[in-house]
């Protein structure tokens, strides 16, 4: 069986209270959440009903969100009073806790059995193969849902301890499937880079494999498998060299006419990427820019417009960019390198993040989540546009460009939370360790 890769403390993304080191399984974990201090025991009764609850609780949370969904709702939608919730879980963090840790149990489960496989390439390709059975079980009705995780960081620190020790668990699981001797030349922080594009590809498939049959999930998961190992770039001799990369800098946006507004955007797309829609409350966006209620409501008239503000300030950027990129002239290839190296830069400069895909799935209402994902798709086909002319002179390996424009999305999108897991990440060095991979696939040297 292939062997867990060194832990190191700096790999974690824990909040302040989070750095506590826990040996604790996530199984047992979830186990010792329960409400009593005195387990009830654990009958077979007990176990049915506890798991009915998580995967009510797991529904109800990702529709509404951590923050907007209740105790209530959930034991109605399993034909319990509230009590009848608490007698597992005593208040809804917990509930939240143990969802999560039981998606990140799920999700590590899938890891080490992929680590069974003898070489990289295998042992990602089953990462890969195993989550689409999964999202196939989910969605055909046979298995129940599993928590999303565009909510974790909206956990009170009491929880959000035992959840960020789990999932840093669940990182460097993932990471070790990328140990090879070909890796062990690669620098940790471009290691921690790759594992970090991995783990997020493998996360936000769930977000669009849906448009397929399911009984397609397979080859699809075969085809992300093929793209985020290789790349879309046809070889590594394709790779524009320092001088290359430096003229396919793309020009940024001319910056916002009031400062002030754009800073409330960038304040709440920030918190909305670390807490989610319902953790970003007035308070805490205006809290951020020292600023006071009062002020916020003279600059929006409430909070939802100012979330579809941030979306509309996303998207323009990411058209800005693909469409500068777009313009006649050079290969495909090229196009497409200087599409993602000037958004993932972005992500990572001073008027930057963009906002986080997953954050659409929180908005209160269905029509506007609607709105949103639909505006999304067709940000994302003016990338399936570049890797088309890539694919019709030749630059671009031969792929699904449909597909392949979601992964380089997902890589994107990521990019946002990529400080959390290379402390040492800068715009100067994120070419190299980080949007090269995401182009030229995860076997690629630095």
């Not at 005593?90 to 496989?117: F, H, N, Q, S």
């Not at 959840?163 to 001797?181: K, Q």
């Not at 290969?331 to 997953?358: D, E, H, K, T």
């Not at 992964?407 to 990521?414: G, P, W």
Request: proline content about 5%.
């Amino acid at each position: 069986m292939f062997q867990i890769c060194e832990i190191s403390g700096s790999d974690t993304i824990p909040p302040a209270a989070a750095n506590r080191e826990s040996n604790v399984s996530a199984i047992a974990i979830v186990h010792a959440m329960s409400s009593s201090s005195t387990s009830p025991p654990k009958t077979t009764r007990y176990k049915e009903k506890r798991e009915a609850i998580l995967a009510a609780a797991a529904r109800q949370f990702n529709e509404r969100g951590v923050k907007d969904a209740t105790l209530s709702e959930i034991a109605a939608s399993v034909g319990l009073v509230t009590s009848g919730i608490t007698y597992y879980y005593r208040k809804k963090e917990d509930l939240a806790a143990a969802c999560l840790l039981r998606a990140i149990a799920e999700d590590k489960k899938l890891a080490l059995e992929a680590a069974r496989e003898t070489g990289v390439t295998q042992r990602v390709t089953r990462l890969f193969m195993l989550h689409a059975e999964r999202l196939a079980a989910i969605d055909s009705g046979e298995q129940p849902p599993l928590i999303g995780f565009s909510d974790i960081r909206a956990l009170p620190d009491a929880q959000a301890a035992t959840v960020f020790t789990a999932y840093n668990d669940l990182f460097r699981c993932v990471r070790a499937l990328l140990a090879s001797p070909e890796a062990a030349a690669l620098s940790r922080d471009a290691r921690n880079a790759r594992a970090h594009l991995l783990i997020s590809s493998t996360m936000t498939v769930s977000f669009w494999i849906s448009r397929c049959e399911i009984d397609e999930y397979p080859s699809v998961a075969r085809r992300i498998a093929d793209i985020v190992l290789h790349g879309v770039i046809k070889s590594a001799t394709a790779w524009p060299g320092d001088a290359a990369l430096d003229s396919l800098r793309l020009p940024e946006p001319p910056p916002a006419p009031d400062e002030t507004a754009e800073a409330f955007l960038q304040a709440a797309t920030e918190l909305v990427n670390e807490q989610g829609y319902r953790g970003a409350s007035v308070d805490r966006i205006a809290a951020l820019l020292n600023a006071t209620k009062g002020k916020f409501y003279h600059y929006n008239e409430t909070k939802i417009d100012l979330i579809t503000a941030c979306f509309e300030r996303s998207f323009a950027l990411q058209r800005h960019f693909l469409k500068a990129a777009a313009l006649p002239g050079g290969a495909g290839s090229l196009r497409v390198c200087a599409a993602a190296m000037a958004l993932v830069r972005f992500q990572l400069s001073p008027r930057g993040p963009l906002l986080r895909n997953a954050a659409y799935s929180a908005l209160p209402d269905q029509q506007h989540r609607q709105q949103v994902y639909r505006t999304m798709q067709r940000v994302i086909e003016r990338m399936v546009g570049l890797l088309v002319d890539g694919l019709v002179d030749g630059s671009v390996r031969p792929q699904d460009p449909a597909i392949a424009a979601q992964v380089l999305d997902t890589a994107i999108n990521a990019a946002a939370e990529l400080r959390r897991w290379v402390p040492g990440i800068s715009e100067d060095n994120v070419t190299r360790l980080y949007t090269r991979p995401s182009l030229l696939g995860l076997l690629c040297d630095e």
